[in-house]
């Protein structure tokens, strides 16, 4: 079996795909994007792609490393990413191929079902509540919303009130019944993280995500050193040598690599191995679609630390398209009291509506985050 044709596919509402097609019939699905720079990747990926063509799909360890170590200038969101999709699209291949699900070829399940997690959207607290509310009907019982809005390097106590005034209304309507993780998203600098976290600490958020930069990643230590609440980290983090400072470092109790940004199933498997050697819990990070998805559960019901599946499933970014609008077997992603049982289908499980994916790529949004600006009129974080 040879690889024949690589094809990709910007969708709304911010995502790309992938097919890999080979000369036997079989097909292979991925999902490599980065959220407002789609089509830079998908440039990397047909240029990267034109090296597999003729190659065997099943050789997925020796495509990873040359896609990776071929090039001399190497990782980054866009590279990384763009390997990514690839590498989903080649276990999807090879699980077909072999006709069991991807997480056979890892040694089989470690668990029988895997708890996930709804984002909510808004930053008043009212509307935060209702949105709990009605997740709260579908059996959910874990969630996280953004921490805060744009915060200065030094900024006031006016704007820390706000944020804890906030968290402190959602723990008071709910009490112990639901688990909140607070992200952070990035927005906070070091000079603020330290406070934000002592004052958030009485309401017990289940982690606090990114308290800083990943750049910034020398402070972690230090934060987790003051709290007891878990920090998380790793969606802009892409590769097992990027996480190998933070876990020689310490401070961050929960990884968060992305499928579809940290070099796909191969890489990904690896940098959850890394972490059960430090007791670092593993909760992929997923605001994507269907295929990036089930990238991630593959990965969770092969690796012993997974805690946790974040999943975009009415997330407020999706206003234009919904991650099972493109699947045809929408029962794969059923969820039981906000778990998720394994894939039964091989490869990653996923049947792809693909009329409907040629038919939205035909005029795709370019979604692009806000450019947020402080008072002053510098650029904030997003």
């Given at each position: 079996m040879k690889i024949a044709k690589l094809t990709t596919y910007r969708v709304a509402p911010r995502w790309m795909f992938l097919k890999i097609e080979t000369d036997e019939g079989l097909v292979g699905w991925g999902e490599p994007v980065i959220e407002g720079r789609a089509r830079s990747v998908e440039g990397a990926v047909l240029e990267i792609g034109e090296q597999l063509i003729g190659k065997d799909p099943a050789r997925i360890n020796d495509h990873w490393q040359t896609m990776y170590r071929g090039a001399f200038y190497r990782?980054?969101?866009?590279?990384?990413?763009?390997?990514?999709?690839?590498?989903?699209?080649?276990?999807?291949?090879?699980?077909?191929?072999?006709?069991?699900?991807?997480?056979?070829?890892?040694?089989?399940?470690?668990?029988?079902r895997m708890k996930t997690y709804?984002?909510?959207?808004g930053d008043r607290p009212a509307d935060i509540i209702a949105q709990i509310r009605t997740r709260l009907e579908h059996g959910f019982d874990t969630f996280k919303l953004n921490a805060c809005e744009e915060m200065g390097l030094i900024d006031s106590s006016r704007t820390i009130d706000a944020a804890v005034a906030k968290v402190a209304e959602i723990r008071a309507a709910f009490g112990s019944t639901i688990e909140f993780g607070?992200?952070?998203?990035?927005?906070?600098?070091?000079?603020?993280?330290?406070?934000?976290?002592?004052?958030?600490?009485?309401y017990r958020p289940l982690f606090i995500e990114e308290p800083v930069l990943a750049e910034q990643a020398e402070h972690y230590p230090r934060l987790a050193a003051q709290t007891a609440i878990p920090l998380a980290a790793g969606e802009r983090m892409y590769s097992r040598f990027e996480f190998k400072h933070v876990f020689e470092r310490g401070g961050i109790s929960i990884i968060q690599p992305d499928l579809s940004h940290a070099g796909g199933i191969t890489e990904c498997?690896?940098?959850?191995?890394?972490?059960?050697?430090?007791?670092?819990?593993l909760a992929p990070h997923c605001p994507l679609g269907p295929i990036a998805l089930?990238?991630?559960?593959?990965?969770?019901?092969?690796?012993?630390?997974?805690?946790?599946?974040?999943?975009?499933?009415?997330?407020?970014?999706?206003?234009?398209?919904?991650v099972l609008d493109y699947v045809v077997n929408k029962e794969a992603f059923a969820m039981e009291r906000g778990s998720v049982k394994p894939f039964t289908k091989p490869g990653l499980g996923v049947?792809?509506?693909?009329?409907?994916?040629?038919?939205?790529?035909?005029?795709?949004?370019?979604?692009?985050?806000?450019?947020?600006r402080h008072a002053d009129g510098s650029v904030a974080e997003w």
């Open positions: 990782g980054g969101a866009v590279f990384m990413s763009a390997i990514a999709g690839i590498d989903q699209a080649l276990w999807d291949i090879k699980g077909k191929a072999l006709g069991v699900p991807v997480y056979q070829l890892f040694g089989g399940l470690v668990r029988d709804c984002w909510v959207g607070l992200d952070f998203h990035g927005r906070v600098a070091a000079p603020m993280a330290k406070t934000l976290i002592r004052e958030l600490e009485p498997m690896k940098i959850a191995a890394m972490a059960e050697a430090y007791d670092i819990a089930a990238a991630c559960l593959h990965v969770d019901f092969a690796s012993w630390n997974a805690v946790l599946q974040e999943q975009s499933i009415g997330i407020h970014y999706n206003a234009d398209g919904e049947e792809i509506d693909e009329a409907r994916v040629i038919e939205r790529s035909k005029n795709p949004p370019d979604w692009r985050n806000p450019v947020w």
